[in-house]
């Protein structure tokens, strides 16, 4: 075999792995958005109260020193209590049918029979045409009940706020820095309210898969295609050789 007969078949099978590894992942990501969208489904069907909720996050808090609290993720809880308006945040480089934007999040103290204060993401606003200037909002001020989707954001890097002007804009949740700037120590989940009939929501965002697991399998399906196709170009030729070769050999 020439160098470059080498070089091309060589070529030919690390495209081939290519296509099919990336099949494979395809058919994980649709396993994981099946898996989301379950998990999103059963929150919804049996939201919890409150105490509840706050209860079985103490006892898996004592069982593990930190926990991940995947056991709560996309559970729909309800509470009431009232916002803290003074103290709200704006999630920068959120976009919402093509408009730029933050997603506004405000403290939320429940009523409850020890203080707890709670991140509350009140849904997406539209930004202001300079960045200078801060999106305006209105907050009721009177007890509000809530149900909320709990979500639990990955943080990836820690970012300091520019300034110290309410509400703060930062761009991503860190909760140590989050319990540093609003002063108080919050619950580390972030609590999204779930539809547009909430107390104090602008445009709710709750956590929802952006492609379905039926998408994920439509791009797995055109990967393992593609891989077909290049695999009976490049070994055709000698399967049809080897045919031709057999027949010969028979008719001999």
């Known amino acids: 075999m020439s160098k470059r007969q080498f070089c091309y078949h060589s070529l030919v099978l690390l495209i081939l792995m290519l296509c099919f590894n990336l099949g494979l992942w395809q058919l994980d990501r649709a396993e994981e958005k099946r898996l989301m969208l379950d998990q999103i489904s059963a929150g919804e069907q049996n939201p919890l109260p409150f105490a509840t909720f706050y209860q079985q996050y103490l006892d898996a808090a004592k069982e593990v020193q930190e926990s991940s609290g995947n056991g709560f993720k996309y559970q729909h809880i309800q509470f009431s209590g009232r916002y803290h308006a003074d103290k709200s945040f704006i999630l920068d480089n959120r976009t919402y049918q093509g408009k730029a934007g933050y997603q506004l999040l405000t403290l939320f103290e429940v009523d409850h029979t020890e203080p707890v204060w709670l991140l509350v993401n009140r849904g997406w606003i539209a930004a202001p045409r300079l960045r200078s200037e ?79 697991p039926e998408k994920h399998q439509g791009y797995a399906l055109q990967w393992f295609s593609l891989f077909g196709v290049l695999l009976l170009f490049w070994a055709g030729p000698y399967w049809l050789a080897r045919l031709k070769q057999t027949l010969l050999s028979a008719k001999s």
């Open 134 to 212: 801060r999106p305006q909002f209105e907050t009721p001020n009177e007890t509000v009940t809530l149900q909320v989707q709990l979500n639990i954001p990955e943080i990836t890097q820690s970012y300091p706020p520019e300034t110290q002007q309410w509400p703060i804009r930062l761009q991503q949740l860190d909760w140590s820095q989050l319990d540093t700037l609003s002063q108080r120590a919050l619950l580390p989940y972030e609590f999204r309210l779930v539809d547009n009939q909430q107390s104090g929501v602008q445009q709710a965002q709750p956590a929802s898969p952006r492609l379905t």
